[in-house]
């Protein structure tokens, strides 16, 4: 039986008030993207990252669960709450972004 699908997203945004609207986006995610009329999402957790070495750049990460894969597509192609987010993220993320995803499954 497949497990929820965890999505880890990371952005390179310079600007802390940028992030601070992309924080804003991600805070009202889990009510506002809506699938048949009811939310989908199971959880997001989102902020500004670390100063790091490690870090690579990356200055933004969110963490989004799905309870499957469909769900997860739908996010990407379909659902109009990330569709704003998207539109607003490519006016400021820098370089590339970088999606990972896996089946919680064990």
């Known amino acids: 039986m497949a497990g929820q ?21 991600y805070k009202h995610m889990q009510s506002r993207a809506v699938k048949h009329g009811k939310p989908y999402i199971i959880s997001v957790t989102a902020g500004e990252a670390k100063p790091d070495q490690r870090a690579q750049g990356f200055t933004f990460a969110a963490i989004s669960v799905f309870s499957s894969v469909d769900d997860m597509v739908y996010y990407d192609n379909e659902c109009a ?14 370089g590339a972004m970088m999606v990972y995803f896996e089946n919680g499954a064990k």
């Open 5 to 25: 699908i965890h999505r880890v997203t990371l952005f390179k945004i310079p600007n802390h008030e940028d992030r601070e609207r992309l924080l804003d986006f």
């Open 81 to 94: 709450a990330h569709a704003e987010l998207k539109a607003f993220a490519k006016t400021v993320h820098q």
